[in-house]
């Protein structure tokens, strides 16, 4: 049986992406840290759904976001050419700080690929140290991810 | 204080690398992902040092390990050129699996930039099932890494 | 005014692929040797289109090929999110070599970003010397592309 | 018998680079691509050597190059852990441009891998537009690099 968190059917947001001749390595196989990429590209095309994109293009606002920690899980291969779906979501707020988590299936098989987690902090442009987030992101989030964990203190 | 998992101290091996140009993101730090492949290529210098590596290269003696998970914490940035101590250990081997602890420096200022674990599997060549470790490899690990766990059931 | 090899118009295959936050280098615009791998992604595509590319994936029936030259000339910037329009054309067909034009057009602008030729050189699995182009090859290239000039000897 | 161009003797300047194992692609040779990173690698190195880099790091002094135009010939293959050796030398100066030569040899064998030549364009931070590079540009390289040809009109 599938743990419940590895089952596209918690997800909301979906994101297509077929992998690329140069991100399969020596073994074959889709290398290990372009998933990495693949949960980015995702995240931010969530991020548009989501409405925290500004109309000119990311930190365009001046709101600068840097990646805290990622953790990552491979549970199968993928290939050149395989089309994989790539599921996101916020699944908690905390004062400064969020978090996402990632699913990859492979869309012929719907096998599992890769599951991750991320978490992302706020920071002033100028200091680089945490800043608050936004009530306005906070409400953006709630509306399309009702299911968010807030965890303000 | 520092976590003691967090000191240069608790590594024997470290590898250096530098910040290449392409390596940077377009918030001039660098990109969360290239660390993965910084802590790759430390781990393969490692493995050399261990006497892991055949004469012939990765692979060359049929046998295969795969990444079950990495993760990654960021504690501070790095920039184009910078000089970075890649620090890694095997901190302990279960049957057919084994990890690694990382730990990335940054040489000049003694800052500690990320730090992470990885999980590798070994896996056999054709029918990509897990498979046992065999003995020469924990007498190779624990001679060169006496504190390594053995967790073997 | 244009040169002729600069327009959309000399191309009939296209291929549409968005910049990636991980692509954008620390100027803000679209890292120079990104380009090869988008030139290259879309030639697979057009591989694709033209019936080269064997059902189980590339390389699965025995025929390798390798790029023996890239060159590329940077007419403009693309930066993050921009949709780059790619478009590709198998040009000549030489004995065991064959050349591709690419031109890469930003979507909403219009603006020719980057324009590249390469040279792929068919070669036997086993020895890695240059092999033949099979007549298959040829028939299929010109049905889909009439304009190929074969430059037999 | 080589060409005068491909021989090391030609080159005052080498960088020495270790082939990485995210850099071997699916055919287990190092990716087309990265010896475009190579080249800009070394080119950083030789910059520094020339005394073209602010010591602040690149960019620091406001002066911005961009790549114009890269080529690049595929003459052998390289693998993982292979050592490389990248020469690299500026062939010529123009009034706002000047163009690198570059040769990637394997330090083992003495085999050439790849050649290639790159064009820079010194360009205005504000208006992206060309601009005249400074005669003190000319003089460091003039000193470290007798045989450049100065193509100014």
Redesign the interface.
Known sequence: MVENSLSPKNFKHKYTITV???E?????VC????Y??YF??AR?EYAKAVGLIPPK???SDGK?F?????????RG?A???DVLEVYSKISFIKNSSFGYDHLIVNQKSGNVIVDGKVVIVHVDLKT?KSRLLPEDFIQKVKNFEPSVKILRE
């Open positions: 690329r001749f140069h399969v390595d020596m073994l074959g290398y290990n840290a372009v990495i990429n980015e590209t931010l293009g990311i930190f600068i840097f990646i805290v920690r990622n953790e990552i899980n491979y291969f290939h050149h050419d680089r």
